[in-house]
């Protein structure tokens, strides 16, 4: 599909796209390039790519697909070392998750001639790094693409067609629509969840311990979100900070309206509210968009056993430079 694809950055969505380009044979070259000399070579241990450069302008020279996996604060830097360097009529893309901040700041730096096309692949885990990365984690799964209205539409379809083959179900929309879509479906949850684990963060020792050793399921699932790399999220809610800020405030204000209901004892307002969310719980599995298993899916058995099954943490340099957690 592709002579050269190039991927700056090599975290968990990096590995995963190289890892399905190699099973399907998208690509006949992958170059990587990382600003670590240890990320690199992690990266070349796992035999991801056929070509390694710690030099992005390097990485790019002669790829037809160019896709920017690095937290979005770095985009800018990374664009100023490669502007010069991308070949006429490459397509350049992007994973991250926020989409109007990132188009603004790039297509100044973008040379003519090259298509750009912000894309956001809806799918990730809280583990980063290089090793973190699977073949599957696009199947079944959403890609959103928020091209301008006048970039060539052929390079539009071979991006869809290429995200089609990773597995993905392909929609293209305004990048502002999808910030906004996305502040509700991915943002403000990350930001309660850290919020709610902070908190826990922040209780005296002995009561910090309990409530770990006496986590609920629900209150794991917050702290898998927050497992999420700090860095690229920290980047996305300064860089989405007014679709967030809406979000948050439409958040909040039901939020007071629940804790009325609590306060007054209405109990027939709360299971009307508990009744429509569940329905929306059931919509998401019918969708395709989640499991009806037991427990998330989570797999069972011996501690042993769930090892390993379970991606492995990875150590915090790794997750500083090349963060994985996209929509955890």
Not at 3 to 31: D, F, N, P, W, Y
Not at 245 to 256: H, P
Request: glycine content about 10%; charged content about 20%.
């Amino acid at each position: 599909m592709f002579e050269k694809l190039t991927l700056i950055g090599i975290g968990l969505i990096g590995s995963s796209i190289a890892r399905a380009v190699q099973q399907k044979g998208l690509a006949k070259t992958i170059a990587i390039t990382t600003r670590k000399a240890a990320t690199l070579d992690e990266a070349r241990s796992l035999g991801l790519g056929d070509i390694y450069t710690l030099d992005a302008a390097e990485a790019v020279e002669g790829a037809d697909l160019v896709i920017l996996c690095t937290p979005v604060g770095v985009y800018a830097d990374v664009m100023a070392q490669i502007s010069g360097h991308l070949a006429p009529r490459a397509i350049l893309s992007d994973v991250g998750s926020v989409k109007g901040a990132v188009m603004k700041a790039l297509e100044p730096m973008v040379p003519q001639g090259v298509h750009f096309i912000p894309g956001h692949p809806i799918a990730g885990t809280e583990h980063s790094g290089p090793s973190a990365g699977f073949p599957d984690l696009f199947v079944g799964r959403w890609c959103v693409l928020t091209p301008k209205p006048d970039v060539d539409t052929v390079a539009v379809d071979r991006l869809i067609s290429f995200w089609g083959a990773l597995g993905s179900n392909v929609e293209v929309m305004d990048a502002g629509h999808h910030d906004l879509v996305l502040a509700i479906t991915s943002h403000v949850p990350h930001l309660i969840a850290y919020n709610i684990v902070g908190t826990v963060a922040d209780l005296e020792a002995d009561t910090q311990s309990e409530v770990i050793k006496f986590s609920a399921s629900g209150f794991r699932d917050f702290t898998r979100i927050a497992a999420s790399d700090p860095v690229m999220w920290r980047d996305v809610f300064l860089t989405n900070r007014d679709a967030v800020l809406e979000m948050l405030g439409r958040f909040l204000e039901d939020l007071a309206r629940l804790q009325r209901m609590v306060r007054v004892g209405d109990g027939e307002g709360m299971q009307e509210l508990f009744t429509r969310t569940r329905a929306i719980r059931r919509s998401i599995i019918t969708a395709g968009q989640e499991t009806a298993a037991p427990d998330f899916g989570r797999p069972h058995g011996t501690p042993e056993t769930v090892a390993l099954v379970q991606p492995q943490d990875v150590p915090d340099d790794a997750v500083r430079e090349h963060g994985g957690g996209e929509d955890a």
